[in-house]
């Protein structure tokens, strides 16, 4: 086995390029860390497929990277560019390098070009439905259906306003629903790309997909995305961008890399046009929804908020009363903690992201008993995966003294941390509402102190949220989170499973071949553990928040509150892309923790007794989504899983304890250990 990599350089559009594999013959992608003069920028992972590597020989050629020039070093200036092996200090080919970059094309979010046209599809030239039979016929403008001609074909296309696709008020989705079909013919959603886009080499696609067909895994999908190009009103194929997408649930791809070779770029000049396709296979129902092809990765600004100017309007009217720091004011840059070297250790955590999300402010409540090296390690990783403006509220629910002190000092060194709380226990449950109650902003995150996050674990969730008023919470899944765990859910005894992280992957790189596998996926949840979610402030003031008296201690507490949600016609989801990992509590032994399980549990039970929690826990259980999600995660990190595996239970744990070592010859970094066993709990810390 041999590790190779070679870092290329900054391409015309101010982006670092280059590629990294190892020929175990596993899949397994490499991921890389980015530093320039000597400050860490981020992890990315080599998962892009580039035509020229598959025309080099490359027996993987989805092994590119590519990582924006931050604005900042736009300068024209030189810059030492490093790109090593994910947590070791081995260096690629080609790195380290000296690059630079004149601020004479510096990219703006807000003047980004999209290149598929009504993008928003609120433009339908021949009405927003319609009965299609065969042939080609125009849908929603610049939208193109498109079968086999002489092959009948039963199809409707329709304007969609569903839920799940966090569409805003002026912004739709095309629906087609397949109900019967040639299987020797085909199907497929044309879109007629700008001219422009010719005039680059390189693009980033974006595309939400979402399927109306939850219990059917075999019904209609797409097989396969390319970009095609029209000469003389004949499409051909020029290059695959995607084959057999999930057909389950909802779908966000997100920065897809599109080359545009110099001989497609030649037959543009001479008339031809370019288009992204859609093949459809099977029936059943989809929406197409918030496609984009543009210049610069989607969700990225490149350019720092000089106006300080918060997204939401009622957050900026209350700036003076938040009493936040310069770092709000001066573009949302996080600086190292006061007198601490910018190139030290710890200033890694704080790195500089001036490539900033899109994600409004958003405060996170992290109610804490003690556990000073847990709520550390929490903050650390909210800084070095939150690239957007956030404020964690610490409610110290009744620590050791020498505790209070800790973290009070936490929060005197970083002004984004605030601290609330003091010397009585009051309990959990208040705690957390008091926390909550104590929030401003429109989203807020309840997290316990025990967590990581994952990589851009904020974005996905607010991705997740965002524009569908009907969803009122999100969560992530993990590795010790009841139904939301993966890859395997319990143990032989029932109980719930406590998952390691696999051997040669820390939480940052399962976090990533999470997302990968999950290629984007939403999926609704009725009852979300509480480990960590994003919530709507304003549906937790509607139906009120935990109930406090009947679930002082914080066992039964969410399941009660999700139970309320769902009567009030809210909806909850887990974002299946997004990974936290849970230590699990260390609040509670394993037997007071049961006693607290089984006396909340009849309570529940009595504050809802119409409610079918046999048939809730089926839908969990049964959920295809991530059922899928743990199935692909196993066969990503072992060679051989077993065939007859239930990855919905306990028959899928040796999966897991049998993962083989991937054979890699750097030192990766390792994850924190989660504890060995487990309680068969859904609560706090479960």
């Given amino acids: 086995m041999a590790l190779y990599g070679n870092f290329e350089g900054i391409n015309e559009f101010g982006v670092l390029t280059g590629w990294a594999y190892d020929d175990a ?14 400050i860490y920028v981020s992890e990315l992972v080599a998962d892009q497929y580039r035509p020229d590597l598959a025309e080099a020989g490359f027996d993987d050629a989805a092994c590119a ?27 690629i080919g080609g790195s380290p390098a000296t690059v630079s970059l004149a601020a004479t094309r510096r990219p703006n979010a807000g003047m980004r070009t999209n290149f598929v046209g009504n993008a928003k599809f609120n433009d339908w030239p021949n ?12 849908t929603a403008k610049y939208w193109t259906f498109d079968s086999k001609k ?22 739709y989705a095309l629906s087609i629903r397949i109900n019967e079909r040639d299987p020797q013919g085909y199907a497929r959603l044309v879109c007629a790309l700008d001219p422009g886009a010719a005039a680059y080499r390189s693009l980033f696609l974006s595309i939400g997909i979402a399927y109306r067909n939850p219990q059917e895994p075999a019904s209609l999908r797409v097989g396969e995305m390319f970009l095609g190009v029209i000469r003389d009103g004949v499409l051909e194929n020029a290059r695959t961008i995607r084959k057999n997408l999930p057909g389950i649930g909802v779908n966000r791809l997100r920065n897809i890399s599109v080359t545009l070779s110099d001989a497609i770029r030649d037959l543009t000049r001479k008339g031809a046009g370019l288009a992204i396709c859609l093949d459809l296979k099977g029936t059943g129902e989809l929406a197409i929804f918030s496609p984009e092809l543009a210049e610069f ?24 009363s938040l009493a936040l720091s310069e770092i709000w004011t001066a573009g949302v840059i996080a600086r190292p903690p006061p007198g601490e070297a910018v190139a030290s250790v710890g200033s890694h ?12 402010f958003i405060q996170i409540v992290v109610p804490v008993f003690n556990a000073v090296p847990d709520v550390a390690d929490l903050i650390s990783s909210v800084r070095r995966q939150t690239s957007s403006p956030w404020e964690i509220i610490i409610v110290d629910d009744g620590s050791s003294e020498a505790s209070r002190r800790q973290i009070q000092n936490m929060s005197a060194a970083d002004p984004r941390i605030r601290y609330i709380g003091g010397e009585e226990n009051a309990g959990y449950t208040r705690a957390v509402n008091l926390g909550l109650q104590s929030s401003v902003s429109d989203l807020v995150v309840l997290m316990n102190s025990d967590v990581i996050v994952g990589s851009e674990w904020l974005t996905k969730l607010f991705d997740a949220i965002n524009g569908d008023r009907a969803i009122a919470a999100v969560g992530p899944v993990s590795n ?13 005894s029932g109980q719930w ?21 999950a290629h984007g996926a939403t999926t609704p949840f009725p009852l979300l553990n509480g480990f960590c979610t994003l919530f709507r402030r304003a549906a937790l003031e509607q139906v009120g928040y935990f109930d406090d008296e009947r679930f002082p201690e914080g066992y039964g507490e969410e399941n009660d509150l999700f139970l309320r949600l769902s009567l009030a016609g809210f909806t909850s989801m887990v974002a299946a892309s997004c990974y936290v990992y849970h230590k699990k509590s260390r609040s509670f032994g394993n037997e007071r923790r049961a006693a607290l399980t089984k006396k909340s549990n009849k309570v529940l039970r009595c504050k809802h007794p119409m409610v079918d929690f046999a048939k809730i826990e089926s839908e969990m259980r049964e959920n295809y989504v991530l059922k899928d999600l743990r199935r692909e995660l196993i066969l990503r990190t072992r060679s051989e899983p077993r065939a007859d595996a239930d990855l919905s239970g306990s028959d899928v744990v040796s999966q897991v304890e049998e993962i083989a070592t991937p054979k890699f010859n750097v030192v990766v970094r390792r994850g924190r250990r989660a504890p060995a066993k487990a309680p068969n709990v859904q609560g706090r810390g479960s």
């Fill in 25 to 38: 013959g596993t899949g397994r992608k490499i991921s890389v860390d980015v530093f320039i003069d000597g």
């Fill in 480 to 492: 010790a989170a009841s139904w939301q765990t993966v890859p395997s859910v319990k143990l032989p």
């Fill in 297 to 320: 990765p989607k969700g990225m600004a490149y350019e720092p908020a000089a106006s300080g100017a918060f997204e939401d309007t009622r957050i900026q009217g209350q700036l003076s």
């Fill in 127 to 138: 009405g927003v439905w319609m009965s299609l039979n065969h042939g080609t016929k125009e």
């Fill in 349 to 360: 955590s704080l790195a500089n992201r001036s490539i900033i999300s899109q994600v409004p």
């Fill in 150 to 171: 002489g092959k009948a074909i039963d199809a409707v296309v329709k304007l969609d306003h569903g839920p799940g696709m966090s569409l805003r008020d002026d912004e």
């Fill in 65 to 91: 990277f590519l990582c924006p020039f931050p604005e900042r070093y736009w300068d024209g200036e030189n810059h030492a560019v490093e790109v090593r092996i994910a947590g070791t200090a081995l260096q």
């Fill in 497 to 517: 499973r406590v998952c390691e992280i696999p051997t040669g992957y820390t939480v940052d790189s399962y976090s990533d071949l999470v997302a990968q596998c």
